[in-house]
């Protein structure tokens, strides 16, 4: 009986250290991918890597070591708010904006929007209203850069 009880223990133990090991694994490489990433200039995929690697299933040091990183990458990360006026002056919420063909808001809200840094072809589409397209340039480090739209001009 003490044979097979300790059997079963050291069967459970060793399951428990792989999937450990396995979850170590993926921790380690989530965050070298998210340093990858950042030095790309890919900061939304660095972040979503970061948020992986600093779970609760990964080891003290990789954790402390991706929030690190994670800080800093949040903080690199623009934001831009949109704001479409119509002929009135009246802010238009109704409208549909594209990052780079993606659409990223169904509605306008005020809300943040952030992207990469760098080159974007951004478009508003107002409901009963005209596509208005804009190139930015999103800047590192800028958080809710002001972006305005009037659709009366």
Known sequence: ??????SATL???TCSVVARADGTADCIAASERAQQL?????LLAAR????????ESCP???KKDCAEVLADVVRRIPSIVLRVQGSQ???LVNATVSLDGQ?????LD???ITLDPGSHDLRVTVVGGPNIDKKIVAVQGEHERLIAFDVGA
């Open 1 to 6: 009986m003490w044979i097979s009880r300790t």
């Open 11 to 13: 069967a459970l133990f």
């Open 38 to 42: 950042r030095d790309q200039q890919q």
């Open 48 to 55: 979503k890597e970061l948020l992986a690697c600093g779970g």
């Open 60 to 62: 003290a040091p990789v």
């Open 89 to 91: 002056g009246e802010d």
């Open 103 to 107: 659409t990223v808001a169904s509605r």
């Open 110 to 112: 005020g809300r943040p």
